[in-house]
């Protein structure tokens, strides 16, 4: 029992991706094969620090109906340090951001559905403190 929530956590709150051992490229979400390498690669779990840059972004001032009491919000493209980018909400003033910027995931509830009771949870990413 307690395995299996900490494993359930461990889905949830960490950024997990895949490492090719034959040439070291990172990728998330995770693949099951190396597009580079084909069969030669050997695929291994790898823990992303969550920690990078902002690569690009864009302004998102009509979003989807779920999203719509956070109207405008920031999505961006992240350079994680693993050397793979991903793509996530940013959050941070709009007069703030800027490409290059040192970011890192957070987790947090992104949204609740009232009627069932469910919580989605989910990544984002805030500016780095230094
Ligand atoms: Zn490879």
Request: aromatic share 10%; charged share 30%.
């Amino acid at each position: 029992m307690v395995v299996r929530t900490w494993r359930h956590m461990q889905e949830r709150y960490n950024l997990i991706g895949k490492k090719c051992t034959t040439c070291g490229k990172v990728y998330f979400p995770s693949r099951k094969v190396c597009p580079e390498c084909r069969r030669k690669g050997e695929m291994e779990d790898i823990q992303l620090s969550g920690k990078g840059i902002v690569y690009t972004y864009s302004i998102v001032r009509a979003p989807p109906k779920d999203f719509q009491k956070e109207s405008p919000y920031i999505v961006g493209i992240i350079a994680l340090e693993e050397g793979t980018k991903i793509t996530g909400q940013i959050d941070c003033d709009l007069d703030k951001i800027e490409i290059g910027m040192p970011v890192q995931t957070e987790f947090r509830k992104i949204k609740e559905d009232g009627k069932s009771g469910v919580i989605s949870y989910g990544y984002k990413f805030v500016p780095t403190v230094h």
